[in-house]
């Protein structure tokens, strides 16, 4: 079956332009998760999106990064007037809620260079 | 707040068994996750422990020990396949919300 997907799956940019990440997580998962990794790095939080409640935001760096979960399904991170230190793969995953395990399925990524 | 403690980098020998532990210091834990993950590969899921005691599957196993806080994910018979980052991830609960929590992972190098 179709796994997490993620585009693009690289991407390389200005400094001070903004970029659009997008994920499509599995199918009839509802929580969606947004993480990132720089090199050698363990991951890092960003945002946590459960059905319809409000998004766990507590990870984001800064102002200058949102995301939007339209549907409940696709998921947009949207990074404004990116800087270098934006340079990471950034990860998307996807659990199915159930009220035990909570297996987290990650797509490929989006590794993201600011120039 | 929240710790994960893991070993930054280990070496082990191909066909030998390695065990790689992970601390935590959490409120409200609801489980523990290890993930593998290669260079430049997204994390793969590997094992969940949410009670005491050792969960096997096949050449891995996990285990974990709530009141000390401790787990571990133990390889056997390894092989070079097997050279990848290890991620101990925690799922605690607080003000009614989940949060997965990663430690910066471990990595492993297999030599033959």
């Known amino acids: 079956g179709a796994g997490v997907s993620q585009s693009p799956s690289n991407k390389v940019t200005e400094k001070g332009k903004d970029v659009e990440l997008r994920c499509d997580p599995i199918s009839g998962h509802t929580a969606l998760y947004w993480y990132r990794q720089s090199l050698g790095q363990g991951l890092e939080f960003l945002i946590y999106?459960?059905?319809?409640?409000?998004?766990?935001k507590s990870g984001l760096p800064s102002d200058r990064f949102s995301a939007e979960r339209t549907g409940g399904s696709v998921s947009t991170l949207t990074i404004q007037r990116t800087q270098q230190e934006d340079s990471a793969v950034y990860l998307c995953?996807?659990?199915?809620?159930?009220?035990?395990?909570?297996?987290?399925?990650f797509g490929p990524g989006t590794r993201l260079l600011v120039l | 707040g929240q710790n994960i403690d893991q070993p930054t980098e280990m070496t082990a020998t191909e066909g030998a068994i390695v065990q790689i532990n992970c601390t935590y210091q959490t409120s409200g834990f609801n489980g523990l996750f290890w993930y593998q993950q290669h260079a430049g590969e997204a994390p793969t899921f590997l094992s969940y422990n949410v009670l005491d005691g050792l969960e096997e599957k096949g050449r891995f196993s996990s285990f974990l020990s709530r009141s000390k806080g401790y787990s571990y994910l133990l390889l056997k018979e390894l092989q070079m396949k097997d050279s990848a980052s290890y991620l101990c991830?925690?799922?605690?609960?607080?003000?009614?919300?989940?949060?997965?929590?990663f430690g910066s992972g471990t990595r492993l190098q297999v030599q033959p």
């Open positions: 999106f459960q059905g319809n409640s409000a998004p766990d």
């Open positions: 991830a925690v799922i605690q609960t607080r003000a009614g919300r989940r949060a997965l929590t």
């Open positions: 995953a996807s659990s199915l809620r159930t009220s035990g395990e909570e297996t987290q399925y």
